[in-house]
Each structure stands twice: as structure tokens, then as C-alpha cells.
């Protein structure tokens, strides 16, 4: 003889929600975090969110370079230029004359290499970045011919502010924040790492904010 079937029940609470979608009386017990340590905590992740937004602010003409065309643009002698019609951070060939009496090196910080910078003959809003030790190369350091990135002091955010002033006050050079520095031998393709650090910058800011709706979100409290 078969039994009949039993009727299965779901214990609910008084406002009729499955027991499962109430909130752990345990987790509800939990002590609130100190307010120091919560301000601290909001804080942090609040300077990560903005440095990684400068980041990518700051190398965001990387990332457009990057992504530039990489066949080059044929500016001719540097001396014929105009310097209102020249493009800027594009992949650039232009020949010219160095004017090593002009020249100025610096040490990049993060790698420790040298890099020199210059004038090219007749021209005096156009300048030529090349690795110090090419200088020294004899097969290289006579070339009259560069291929490079094009792009303006300025939009080099900050990174060669000082080169800039030692052109203008040791070299008396009439440079400003709107001269053009050719990066030798920088193609696009060598700026892989400008996207590549922006998506990481973006991954950082997504996950953070994620973070702060999760944990500071005001928790259900039954009544």
C-alpha cells in the first residue's frame, strides 16, 4: 500500500521570504569596523581609483601613438619645415644635420640610459633624441637621416621639462612647450606597454570600486 505524499514546507521569516534570502543573524552580530580604520580603508582605495586615473591620463599620447599608422611620414629636409604644418605624435622620417654644439644629454631614470638631444641644422623648432652611445658609434653617429616619433615637449607631460629649459636658457635655443622632438627609432610598436598598463590601470579602478560598493555597503537590518 502506497502512502500518500507529504507536503514539503520552506520555514520562512514573518515577512514571508525564504529563510535562505535573510540576512545571517551571525554576520548581523558582527561588531561594525572601527571608523579610523574605515576612513582609512576608503581612503586608500579612493587614492588608487585617482592615481590610476592620472596614469592613464598621463600616458594617454601613448597610447594614441600606439595605435598611429606605422609607415612613416616623409617630412623631408628638416630645415624646409614649417613648423605649423607639422604633424604630431606620429611615426616620422626627416633628415637633417645634427648640431652637436647645440646638444644636451640626460639619464633616463627608470633604465639609467643616456639619451642626447639636438637641433638640426636650419631648423630651431625641431629636435632629434637619439641614445648617447649611437653618437659614439661611428657607423651611426654621422647618419643625416631619422625615422621616430614626432610629438611636442608638452605632450610629453612633464617627462623632459628640464631638457627643455637647459635648450632654452644654457643653449639660448628659442624652444617652448610647443617644439617638436623627434624620439629616434621609436615606432609604434615599441608603445605595446602604454595600452597594456592603461588596461591594467582600468582593471585596478573596476576592481576597487567594486570593492567599496561591496564592503561599504550598509548591511539589511531586520525589524
Known sequence: MSQAPQAVTTTANREGLPVSDVADPELLALPAPPRGRRFLAMTLMAAVVVGSGALIAQIRSDVAYFFAPDIA???GQARERDPRDMPT???????????????VSYTVPLTGTEQAVFPLLGQRHLFVQVPLADLRDPDRGTRGEFFGRLVTFSALRGRMDSVQQHLHDAMALPVTSESFVLIADEAPENYLW??????????????????????????????
Open 73 to 75: 611620414v616623409d617630412l
Open 194 to 223: 602604454a595600452p597594456l598598463l592603461s588596461a591594467v590601470c582600468v582593471a585596478f579602478i573596476l576592481f576597487t570600486v567594486w570593492m567599496m560598493l561591496r564592503w561599504f555597503r550598509p548591511l539589511p537590518v531586520r525589524s
Open 89 to 103: 605624435n606620429v611615426f616620422v622620417r626627416v633628415r637633417g644635420t645634427p648640431m652637436l654644439s647645440k646638444m
